[in-house]
């Protein structure tokens, strides 16, 4: 039994095996069966989308090398940090610990430093929009039990969508740049009525935005649609299919939290940079991916590609309406015509 685990797990053509005969039922049995087939096709897909984390990566640790000055926050600090230079006693050395907290923050000369941080968020920004087409048009077949061909495929979606792909992918930067930003602004800000109710609604439209893109890309590879309604359809998804939404939600908090356990118990090895950093990348981008795919395609199926395949098969029209009913509201039978 372990031998037969064993060949199966090493398999590369067990996708081809029994497949035909399986209950292809979007649940939770399938997303494991499935995950296990294509565990390898995820690997070599994750190594396929590094290029989304690398410039993050080379960034970051430019901006941990940059040079800083310490700043004091208060203006205590000087005449404090003078009178105990003067005349040291308990109280001077009290209240300098207490008014002395001070930042580090990066100096303004190292130019090259921020040329290069500037050349990864460009990169970033470029391409996010094709890397994320091409990531989407492979995770689809996956999930749909396509026969996938990961290098053709993926760079086939970014040729047949490199124009909308572009200007999406430049929104959807420019929408968590901003979504992050406005955070991390009001965050520091909180205190008042005014900037906390900003802090939460910034939050809040974050987590909104965070279910939208597990269709915006997917919307974009399956059909003919116009940005505005990639946005208006993924925004109503979010709404539509809930429950698949908070389960994928779940899946990716689980995942993250086994990585960020794996590091922890790396970590005192001493082994934290050389591995624990480094296993995340190996997988964590592809399987992110699968489990909001998997989340999101029977929803999008469901609501938008079922009603053309019940016209196809000659099904009742009013049988169809009543079964398929919010696909009228999710604007995506009327206009949308699969790719």
């Given amino acids: ?73 208060s203006s205590l600090f000087a005449p404090l940090y003078g009178a105990d230079l003067i005349a040291r006693s308990g109280e001077s050395a009290f209240l300098l610990d207490l008014f002395g907290v001070q930042y580090l923050v990066p100096s303004y000369n190292a130019t090259g430093t921020y040329v290069g941080i500037g050349a990864c968020i460009a990169f970033l920004a470029i391409t996010f929009g094709w890397q994320n087409i091409g990531s989407a048009y492979i995770l689809r077949g996956l999930v749909r039990g ?68 597990f269709y915006l890309y997917l919307l974009q590879v399956t059909f003919h649609l116009s940005i505005r309604k990639i946005f208006k359809n993924a925004l109503i998804f979010t709404t539509l299919g809930i429950k698949r939404n908070l389960m994928g939600a779940l899946g990716l908090l689980l995942l993250t939290a086994i990585n960020i356990g794996l ?40 609501y938008m590609i079922a009603p053309y395949r019940g016209a196809a098969a000659g099904e009742d029209a009013a049988d169809d309406s009543e079964k398929d009913g919010p696909a009228d509201r999710a604007d995506g039978a009327s206009g949308a015509d699969p790719k």
């Fill in 1 to 73: 039994m372990k031998k037969h685990l064993l060949y199966n797990f090493f398999n590369g053509n067990r996708d081809r095996e029994d497949a035909r005969w399986e209950d292809t039922t979007p649940n939770l049995r399938h997303f494991f069966r499935l995950l296990g087939r294509k565990f390898w096709k995820l690997i070599s897909l994750n190594l396929m989308m590094l290029p989304m984390a690398i410039p993050i990566v080379i960034a970051v640790v430019i901006y941990i090398g940059i040079n800083t000055t310490p700043i004091q926050q």
């Fill in 146 to 213: 396509d026969a996938v061909f990961l290098l053709p495929d993926y760079f086939y979606a970014i040729r047949r969508n490199w124009k909308q792909g572009f200007f999406l992918g430049l929104i959807d930067f420019a929408i968590l740049f901003l979504l992050g930003f406005d955070i991390l602004f009001f965050y520091y800000r909180t205190g008042s009525f005014g900037m906390d109710v900003m802090f939460f609604a910034s939050c809040a439209l974050l987590i909104i935005y965070f279910f939208m893109r």
């Fill in 263 to 302: 590091i922890a118990l790396i970590a005192p090895t001493g082994g934290a940079i050389g591995v624990g950093m480094i296993l995340p990348l190996l997988h964590y981008l592809a399987f992110a991916g699968f489990i909001s795919a998997y989340a999101a395609y029977p929803v999008i199926d469901r």
